[in-house]
C-alpha cells in the first residue's frame, strides 16, 4: 500500500503521475514547502487502496522534536498536485506550531483525496488506519478539516498512532474548544501589543468561518464583552450562531472585509489573506484559527505597510494539537507540569514575546516566530 514519492501510480489512480511527482518532488528538494528554507521535508509518501478508493499524501517535515503529529484533512481537490502541496505546507507549518508549543513532538500532516460526504467510509478509515501504523510510528495523526474524533476512532482499529480519538475510546475528544481558547489568547496579546491593553471589551471582531472552532471564539468573545461580526457562506451556520448569541451581526465574508473591525479573525480555510482581502481589510489585528493564512509572498509587508497587526496563525491555533498531544504522550515531568488548559494560556506569553520582538527589531512576526521555531529544532538535533 505505501509508496514512496517517485514511485507514484499512474494519473488515472486519482495521484500525481510519475513525470508530475518528479516536478514535486524536485520543488520540495529545492525550496522546501513554499519555498520556505532548503529541502526542509523528510518523507513524502503516497498512499492508494483500489478496494476501498483510499487515495492518500503524508507529509513529514521534522521529526527533530519527536514523532510528527498532524491531522488528516479529507478535501476534494483541484488536483493532485494540489493535495501534495497542501500536505507539504501544513506539515511544514505543524513543526513550527508544535515547537513553538513546547510540545515533544516533530510536524506532519495527511491528506486523504476526495469529497468526504461521497467517499468516507469505515473500510476507507480502517485502510488509512493500516497505512498509519505501517509507519511505524514517526507519524502520529489526529483530526482536520473533513475528519472528526468518530473517524479518529476506526482510523485507531489499525493503529496505535493516533490522537483526538473520541472519550468513549480513551480520548480527549474534540480538541475545537481549545483551539479557539488559545486564537483568544493571542487575541489578547495582539491587542495588549497594538493597544497596551489586552481586554476585548468593546472591541469589534469580525469572525470569518463559525464552524467548529468559529463558533466556540464567538462563545468566548462575547463573554469577553466584544462586539462579534459572524460571517460564513452557509447561510445554515449563520442561523446556528444568530440562536446562540441573538446580539451577534451575520453578514456575508465580502461584507465583512468592508466593516470597520479592531480584529479580523479568519477561522475557515487558509489562503483567505489574498492581494484582495489584504488591500480590501479595514481592521488593526488579524488573529484568527485558519491554517496558512498567508495567500502571497509579501502578503504580511502588505499587511504592515496598511498598518494591520498579523498575528503568526500557527503560533496562536496551537490549543488544538496541545489537546491532542497529552492524549498520545507518555507521561514526563515536562509535558505533566500543568493542564492541556493551562499550556494554551502560554500561547498568550508566546505571542506578546514573538510581537514585541517584531515591533522592536523592525523584523515581520512570522520571521520572528520562524526563527524561534528553528532555534528549538535545531537545539534538539545538535544538543
Partial sequence: MRRSIAESPASESGVPPQS???????????????????????QVLLCQDRATGLKAIVSIHSTALGPALGGTRFKAYGSAADAVMDSLNLSRAMSYKNALAGLPYGGGKAVIIGDPSRRKSRGLLLAYGRFVESLRGSYVTACD??????????????????????????????????????????????????????????????????????????????????????ADTRPSALIHIRARHPQVHTVSPQALLDAELDVFAPCALGGVLDQVTVNRLRAAIVCGAANNQLGYEGAEERLRQRGILYAPDYVVNAGGVIHVAQEGQRPSAAFSAG???????????TTISILATAESTGTAPSAVADEMAEQRMASALHG
Fill in 20 to 42: 508530475q511527482v518528479l516536478d514535486l518532488a524536485g520543488g520540495v528538494f529545492a525550496k522546501g514547502a513554499g519555498g520556505a528554507g532548503e529541502g526542509t521535508h523528510e
Fill in 145 to 230: 478539516v473533513g475528519t472528526e474524533s468518530a473517524d479518529m476512532d476506526v482510523v485507531g482499529e489499525k493503529t496505535r498512532h493516533v490522537v483526538g480519538r473520541s472519550p468513549d475510546c480513551g480520548g480527549r475528544g474534540d480538541p475545537s474548544a481549545l483551539t479557539a481558547y488559545g486564537v483568544l489568547q493571542g487575541m489578547r496579546a495582539s491587542a495588549a501589543v497594538r493597544w497596551g491593553d489586552p481586554e476585548l471589551r468593546g472591541r469589534r471582531v469580525g469572525v470569518c468561518g463559525v464552524g467548529k472552532v468559529g463558533q466556540h471564539l464567538v462563545d468566548l468573545l462575547i463573554q469577553e464583552g466584544a462586539s462579534v461580526l459572524a
Fill in 339 to 349: 493542564s492541556a488548559r493551562e499550556r494554551a494560556k502560554g500561547i498568550y506569553d
